[in-house]
């Protein structure tokens, strides 16, 4: 299924990271999309049978985001999201200062 079927009535799109966020824990990768009222991780799965692989935090029920960075020459920039439940995010410094920008504008 697309994005699309996922969001709720009258939810807007206010960010959309590429593909290539890393979920810590899981250590799958997704699309994050940043709404108005949520952050979705989004990806794919599966080469012939696919399927659909989301998680979701309310905007409202988030206590607080961090920014790290990791490494020397490869610099890997790390979010720390604190609510209901942790995510931890991980991907190139650049797009995750970015992420963590849109983030910011909602807390």
Same mark, same amino acid.
Request: glycine share 6%; net charge positive.
């Given at each position: &299924? =697309? ?5 709720? =009535?009258?939810?807007q799109?206010?960010?959309q990271s590429? =593909? ?8 799958k990768?997704y699309?994050v ?7 979705i991780? *989004?990806?794919?799965?599966?080469m012939? *049978?696919k399927?659909?692989?989301v998680?979701t ?5 988030l206590q $607080?985001i961090? +920014?790290?960075?990791? $490494?020397?020459?490869?610099?890997r920039g790390?979010?720390?999201i604190?609510?209901k439940?942790?995510l931890?995010?991980s $991907?190139?410094?650049?797009? @995750?200062?970015?992420? +963590?920008?849109? &983030?910011m504008? *909602? @807390?």
């Amino acid at each position: &299924m =697309p994005l699309e079927d996922y969001l709720i =009535p009258g939810e807007q799109v206010k960010f959309q990271s590429t =593909p290539s966020v890393r979920h810590v824990p899981s250590r799958k990768v997704y699309k994050v999309i940043v709404t108005d009222r949520r952050i979705i991780l *989004f990806a794919e799965r599966g080469m012939v *049978f696919k399927s659909d692989d989301v998680i979701t935090a309310k905007m409202d029920e988030l206590q $607080g985001i961090r +920014y790290s960075e990791q $490494g020397v020459l490869d610099k890997r920039g790390i979010i720390h999201i604190d609510g209901k439940t942790r995510l931890d995010l991980s $991907g190139s410094a650049n797009e @995750m200062k970015s992420l +963590y920008q849109q &983030m910011m504008q *909602f @807390m």
